[in-house]
T-cell receptor
Framework: DQQVKQNSPSLSVQEGRISILNCDYT??????FLWYKKYPAEGPTFLIS?????DKNEDGRFTVFLNKSAKHLSLHIVPSQPGDSAVYFC????????????FGKGTHLIIQP | KAGVTQTPRYLIKTRGQQVTLSCSPI?????VSWYQQTPGQGLQFLFE???????NKGNFPGRFSGRQFSNSRSEMNVSTLELGDSALYLC????????????FGQGTRLTVV
């Protein structure tokens, strides 16, 4: 049972445009959400997080939106840059069971020049 | 401030052997979590240590174990290695056990032959 889902395995966006990465979750006990960026053979790099008591958090070019009623969150990257090409993982914590992070399968973002 | 350090970076072992991986967290962080990443299963939580105590454990067999020392450094051990244990093993450190900002190391790539 996949509690965190990233339904788009890949996404292609033109440089300078907005990249929107989506994530859905099923466990209503999750209370903290994180986004990570990962290059091959490296560990994930923390990007931005959001608490379930908020609906938006912004950090530079990155903004995360949380819709609790829909159990949906999204990461917006504006403007997209070539260096943003990587796999992006959505993660959630506080699921009531094991307290480690529960990850989605990732979305491979490709920024086209 | 030094990041999370994992050693070794690469490891090749034979089926049936055991292996120990090491993780040094960010200075001041007391929580260390371990994750396994495989192409098929994605990133999966193994266990978490906080102040030398295992707080949580994911759904992995007892062959996977770990410990944390008084300086917060952690080791993970896998006994009786199987081919399916080949994976990237990632360690994450955070200040507290809530994983609100968890920072990952580069990982140890384990290949079992």
């Amino acid at each position: 049972d996949q509690q965190v889902k990233q339904n788009s395995p890949s996404l292609s966006v033109q440089e300078g445009r907005i990249s929107i990465l989506n994530c859905d979750y099923t466990n209503s006990m999750f209370d903290y959400f994180l986004w990570y960026k990962k290059y091959p053979a490296e560990g994930p790099t923390f990007l931005i997080s959001i608490s379930s008591i908020k609906d938006k958090n912004e950090d530079g070019r990155f903004t995360v939106f949380l819709n609790k009623s829909a159990k949906h969150l999204s990461l917006h990257i504006v403007p997209s840059q070539p260096g943003d090409s990587a796999v992006y993982f959505c993660a959630a914590s506080g699921g009531g069971g094991a307290d480690g992070l529960t990850f989605g399968k990732g979305t491979h973002l490709i920024i086209q020049p | 401030k030094a990041g999370v350090t994992q050693t070794p970076r690469y490891l090749i072992k034979t089926r049936g052997q055991q292996v120990t991986l090491s993780c040094s967290p960010i200075s001041g962080h007391r929580s260390v979590s371990w994750y396994q990443q495989t192409p098929g299963q994605g990133l999966q939580f193994l266990f978490e240590y906080f102040s030398e105590t295992q707080r949580n454990k994911g759904n992995f067999p007892g062959r996977f174990s770990g410990r944390q020392f008084s300086n917060s450094r952690s080791e993970m051990n896998v006994s009786t290695l199987e081919l399916g244990d080949s994976a990237l093993y990632l360690c994450a450190s955070s200040f507290d056990s809530r994983n609100t900002e968890a920072f990952f190391g580069q990982g140890t790539r384990l290949t079992v032959v």
